[in-house]
C-alpha cells in the first residue's frame, strides 16, 4: 500500500464524539496535538490504533506525565514535529515537512520556508462562533507526497445556532469572575445570577487556566451546546 491514512485530532478535552471514532477507524494511526484532559479519554484512543500523544496545557494530572511536550515522527518518509502550543516551539524545525499543533481551536494550514503548519482544530466540546474538525492527512509513500482532508464533524450545526448575544454573555462572565475573585462558591455563584452550576465552572476553569484572558477570550473558549 503506497498511501496511508493518519488521523489527525486536538483539544478533546476529555469529549471522543461518536462521528470521531467512526473516521479515526478508517486511518491506519492517530496523531493528538494536545489538551486530552482525561486518562478515559487517552484509554479510549489507545484502543482504536497506534496514537502519538503531545501535552497540552490542559494535561496536567499524573495520567499525563509520560506524555512529552513535543514529538518528532518520520512516517513514510515525511518528518513531522508535533506539539500542542505553536508558540511554544522551541525546537530547530530544519527538515521537518509538517508541525502539526492545537490549542487555538481553529483550523489552519499554511506553509512557511517550505514547512507545512497544520492545526487540526478542535473535535472536543464546542465554542462560541468555531466549527468542530479533525483531519485526515494522507501520505503518498511513492512520491513522499501528502494532503490534508479537513473533516467538518457537525455541518449540521451553524456558528450562530442557539446562540446566546455576546455582549450579554461577556456581562454575565465579567461578573462571575469578580464573585468568585470575592470569595464566593461555585454554587453561591450560580444561585445568584440563576443559571447552572455547570455553566460557572466551565468559565471559571477557563478563567484560571489561562492567565490574562479577558471576557471575549473566555466567550470563544465556551462550549454553548454541549456535548
Same mark, same amino acid.
Given at each position: 500500500?503506497? +498511501? ?7 483539544? &478533546? ?19 493528538? !496535538? /494536545?489538551?486530552?484532559?482525561? *486518562?478515559? &479519554? ?10 502519538? =500523544?503531545?501535552?497540552?496545557? !490542559?494535561?496536567?494530572?499524573? #495520567? ?11 512516517? #513514510?518518509?515525511?518528518?513531522? %514535529? ?29 506553509? *512557511?520556508?517550505?514547512?507545512?503548519? =497544520?492545526?487540526?482544530?478542535?473535535? /472536543?466540546?464546542?465554542? %462560541? ?5 479533525? !483531519?485526515?492527512? &494522507? ?6 507526497? %501528502?494532503? %490534508? ?8 450545526? &451553524?456558528?450562530?445556532?442557539? +446562540? ?6 461577556? +456581562?454575565?462572565?465579567? *461578573? ?15 444561585? +445568584? ?31 454553548? #451546546? /454541549? *456535548?
Amino acid at each position: 500500500m503506497s +498511501k496511508h491514512k493518519i488521523a489527525i485530532i486536538s483539544d &478533546t478535552h476529555s469529549l471522543l464524539r461518536p462521528e470521531i471514532i467512526e473516521k479515526i477507524k478508517e486511518c491506519e494511526m492517530i496523531i493528538h !496535538a /494536545g489538551d486530552i484532559a482525561s *486518562k478515559e &479519554t487517552a484509554e479510549k484512543l489507545k484502543s482504536l490504533g497506534r496514537v502519538y =500523544f503531545v501535552r497540552g496545557n !490542559a494535561d496536567k494530572d499524573s #495520567w499525563a506525565d509520560e506524555i512529552p511536550v513535543s514529538q518528532e515522527l518520520e512516517l #513514510w518518509g515525511i518528518n513531522i %514535529f508535533i506539539i500542542h502550543n505553536r508558540r511554544q516551539i522551541e525546537n530547530e524545525l530544519s527538515g521537518m515537512d509538517i508541525v502539526i499543533y492545537g490549542h487555538s481551536h481553529k483550523y489552519s494550514e499554511e506553509y *512557511k520556508d517550505s514547512i507545512c503548519y =497544520f492545526n487540526p482544530g478542535s473535535c /472536543g466540546p464546542r465554542r %462560541f462562533h468555531q466549527e468542530i474538525t479533525m !483531519a485526515i492527512l &494522507t501520505i503518498n509513500e511513492a512520491d513522499k507526497s %501528502f494532503s %490534508f482532508e479537513k473533516i467538518d464533524c457537525l455541518p449540521h450545526i &451553524t456558528a450562530d445556532s442557539g +446562540k446566546l448575544p455576546d455582549r450579554d454573555m461577556a +456581562k454575565l462572565i465579567k *461578573k462571575i469572575v469578580k464573585q468568585m475573585n470575592a470569595g464566593r462558591s461555585v454554587g453561591e455563584i450560580a444561585v +445568584k445570577n440563576r443559571i447552572d452550576e455547570e455553566l460557572v465552572k466551565q468559565i471559571l476553569q477557563i478563567y484560571t487556566t489561562h492567565k490574562g484572558i479577558d471576557e471575549k477570550g473566555i466567550l470563544d473558549r465556551m462550549d454553548i #451546546w /454541549g *456535548k
